[in-house]
């Protein structure tokens, strides 16, 4: 197992917009993912994708977030995104990025709190 990490996180005002970071060492995973758990409740997957383009599901979006934020990666820097748009107080959370089964260790996350 590898350590995830997470950052990017902010305070930002509803309607505004995040980009978060997640670096890990080493190892390619053929698919990756960005979870998120608000206080109170279960982690969630938010937006999950491929690490080969031609894939036949490239990515995924929970429905919450589908419009808004988009999942992307830099497979040469071992490194994915989540760019996160009109974002609503609803989204605060701390948002995690592990493999979509999951598999590797949690980081600690990196907290997004949206205001009114």
């Known amino acids: 197992q590898v350590q995830m990490s997470e950052s990017g996180g902010g305070l930002v005002q509803a309607g505004g917009s995040l980009r978060l970071s997640c670096a890990w060492p080493g190892r390619t995973f053929s698919r990756l993912a960005w979870f998120r758990q608000a206080p109170g409740k279960e982690r969630q997957l938010v937006a999950a994708?491929?690490?080969?383009?031609?894939?036949?599901?490239?990515?995924t979006y929970a429905t919450s977030v589908k419009g808004r934020f988009a999942i992307s990666r830099d497979n040469a820097k071992n490194t994915m995104y989540l760019q996160m748009n009109s974002l609503k107080p609803e989204d605060t959370a701390v948002y995690y990025c592990?493999?979509?089964?999951?598999?590797?260790?949690w980081g600690q996350g990196t907290q997004v709190t949206v205001s009114i």
């Open positions: 592990n493999t979509d089964a999951p598999s590797e260790l």
């Open positions: 994708i491929s690490w080969r383009s031609w894939s036949s599901v490239p990515t």
